[in-house]
């Protein structure tokens, strides 16, 4: 073959091979048996070798792994994927320097620090060289498997030259620069945006088609052999070293010393983070020394030779633009920071909450005030204070509208928080109440979402989910931008929800403090919404999962005549306010249940709520009413008496299978 025919059979052997894997790991219809394949790679990889200028990024020789027979399945770690123990501070690295020494028996103990990558942890499993599998972290002991992903993630090698088995484990993750990049194609794009960067390579990888993940430019750092036939090492640099010269991507800022040492590396990192091209959310600390690493072993959770220094919360400094007033379901008013937008603590900020009018008042904030805001992992950004040297001269204590915002009724202040008066009429709590009781959990009422929610309040067509039920055909088709068809489709899902059950419609009233799960255990327990309505503060207060607050919540909700007028009117327009959730197991209606001992994985709270969601009682006690002692680790007493009254004691297993597992589930998911 001369140059020229060469390369044609190049193309078309990547053509091939490049339809064979997405017959294959696309669409899950392989169209050319195994052997044809690998003969095809076989040559094809034989061909790029006599001629490396014909090597090509995106050949199959370098995207393609093994077959995995599994697409997006649970992956099963050979060695668990552990979490680290956490530093908050220098002095927490001193402290476990000394432990280290003491259980080492040494004055001096050489460490390595490495940077904490905030990205999406990852298992690399290869075979004779070939990667086979892919997998995140999941819960530490099952991953998911993301194979199919992972090989379109460029830096990853789909091939190493190392025999045997062979693991690997490290972090894909978004460099800001793609993360930006992304978010604004996003945003022109009117999807909605990913949170930070880890979000962003997370549900890059986390997602089933792979070329979606091809073009979001991942990238990888590796930096640990989790076992290997063949490689062998001292040292956890060693490792990082043999890795790099296997052909993964490792990150060279690392550093080897004593802990102060590390410290220092720490201090300047503290500093220098957010000029990196990609996130970091701290330091991770190890023993350098794989023999040290190895007496020293590990807790239940954690190795002991390890630690992780997280770094004191970002802040940064930003200009407040505006405060806006937002006005919740609940009619309290709610000041908000409108920022010069920001990136900080991994996450593109533009509006911190204020809180309220004392927490203005006291820091002074001020429209066109500089601010320090800081954000600490997930938690919600903060004004730490206002740096007033620079604010300008013009500037005005912020006064707080003494009308609301939306409706224009007067406000009242309560504790801390000022609430419209307008209740039932201020439409900033009747939409969003409307939209709630549309929702999804709540009657679902699918067409019938936020934007016409407020069109139809707008057009004066409804204004309590009374007139959702009084809505015609003939209403909704004369609106502009609605036809029949919409119309007829929207009076549909209406007329669905009717059925939607009483737990959903508990919920959809957006009584406060009452929840999804909530409302779906009073239904349980009540069965129909008179019950419920003439319940007392005892009656509430019997079930487990109710407290004080919840009871008053629904005792005052109850009181309310507006609120009673309807429900009357909707039980009149055959909105169903029975309970007949047909998916929960009937078995523990009007059984009582006696929950004793520990249960691993499971909340005792958690169980309660199971007992009380599927119709059954929670006691405390154990007594001859008493139906069965469901019973885990070192129960105690309560067995004992259980035993002597003959009453019937079940396991956790059991107690499951009674209930259905499945659909408790689905239950909590719904
Ligand atoms: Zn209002």
């Known amino acids: 073959m001369n140059i020229k025919e060469i390369k044609l059979r190049i193309e078309e052997l990547r053509k091939i091979l490049e339809k064979a894997n997405a017959d294959y790991y696309e669409k899950d219809m392989p169209t050319i048996t195994d052997s044809e394949y690998d003969q095809y790679m076989k040559e094809l990889l034989q061909l790029e070798k006599d001629n490396p200028e014909l090597i090509s990024q995106d050949s199959p020789t370098k995207i393609v792994g093994g077959k995995v027979s599994e697409k997006f399945h649970s992956y099963r770690h050979r060695y668990p994927l552990l979490s680290l123990g956490n530093a908050f501070s220098y002095e927490d690295l001193r402290t476990f320097d000394n432990r280290v020494k003491k259980a080492l028996n040494k004055a001096d103990v050489e460490y390595i620090a490495e940077l904490k990558i905030d990205g999406l942890s990852i298992a690399l499993i290869f075979k004779d060289g070939l990667l086979i599998v892919g997998a995140t972290r999941g819960d530490g002991d099952s991953g998911e498997n993301v194979t199919h992903n992972i090989l379109k993630v460029e830096d990853i090698p789909k091939t190493i030259d190392v025999a045997g088995e062979f693991e690997v484990r490290g972090e894909v993750f978004m460099d800001n620069k793609t993360f930006d990049d992304l978010n604004e194609t996003r945003l022109n794009e009117g999807l909605p945006l990913f949170r930070n960067p880890r979000n962003g390579a997370a549900g890059s990888i986390r997602q089933l088609n792979s070329d979606v993940t091809r073009e979001r430019h991942l990238k990888s750092f590796i930096y640990e052999i989790t076992y290997s036939n063949v490689l062998d090492y001292k040292k956890q640099s060693d490792a990082i070293k043999l890795l790099n010269n296997n052909g993964f991507n490792t990150n060279e800022r690392f550093v080897l010393g004593n802990i102060e040492d590390i410290i220092e590396f720490c201090e300047k990192l503290v500093v220098e983070r957010n000029n990196l091209e990609y996130g970091i959310d701290g330091v991770v600390v190890k023993v350098n020394s794989l023999a040290d690493q190895i007496e020293m072993g590990y807790t239940e959770k954690s190795p002991r030779w390890a630690i992780a220094f997280k770094f004191p919360p970002e802040q940064k400094e930003t200009i407040v633009e505006n405060i806006t007033i937002s006005v919740g379901r609940t009619g309290v008013l709610t000041p908000m920071a409108e920022l010069k937008e920001t990136l900080i603590g991994g996450s593109m900020v533009k509006r911190a909450t204020l809180h309220n009018e004392d927490y203005i008042l006291e820091k002074d904030i001020r429209v066109g005030d500089t601010i320090v805001l800081q954000k600490a992992g997930d938690v919600i950004p903060e004004v730490v ?19 609301c915002p939306v409706c224009g009724s007067e406000v009242i202040k309560l504790d801390a928080s000022i609430k419209c008066t307008g209740e039932l009429y201020c439409p900033a ?24 929610i407020e069109y139809f309040v707008k057009e004066g067509l409804i204004s309590t989910p009374v007139d959702i039920y ?11 931008g609605l036809g029949e068809k919409s119309a007829n489709n929207i009076i549909e899902a209406i007329e669905t929800s009717k059925t939607r059950g009483l737990g959903p419609l508990i919920y959809g009233f957006g009584i406060p403090l009452i929840g999804n799960k909530g409302a779906k255990i009073l239904a349980k327990n009540f069965k129909t919404v008179d019950r419920l309505m003439a319940a007392t503060s005892e009656e509430l207060l019997a079930i487990e999962t109710v407290g004080d607050k919840m009871a008053d919540s629904l005792l005052t909700f109850f009181k309310e005549k507006r609120n009673l007028e309807i429900i009357t009117d909707l039980k009149y327009l055959g ?19 006696v929950i004793t001992g520990s249960f691993p994985g499971y909340d005792r709270k958690e169980l309660t709520n199971l007992v009380e969601l599927h119709g059954g009682k929670a006691s405390s006690s154990v007594s001859k009413k008493t139906s069965f002692v469901l019973a885990g680790n070192e129960p105690g007493s309560k067995l004992t008496k259980a035993r002597e009254l003959g009453v019937d004691v079940i396991e956790i297993k059991e107690f499951l299978k009674k209930i259905g597992e499945r659909q408790v589930e689905d239950g909590y998911n719904n």
């Open 385 to 403: 204070r206002v740096i007033v040297e620079k604010r300008p001269y013009y500037s005005e204590v912020f006064k707080f509208p003494v009308v």
């Open 429 to 452: 709590q009747l939409i969003k109440g409307l939209i709630h009781f549309v929702s999804r959990d709540a009657m679902n009422i699918d067409g019938l979402g936020e934007k016409y």
């Open 470 to 480: 009084k809505l015609t055909k003939d209403d909704i088709s004369v609106l502009e």
């Open 575 to 593: 909105i169903v306010m029975e309970d007949d959730t047909k998916n929960l197991s009937e078995d523990l209606v009007g059984k009582t249940f």
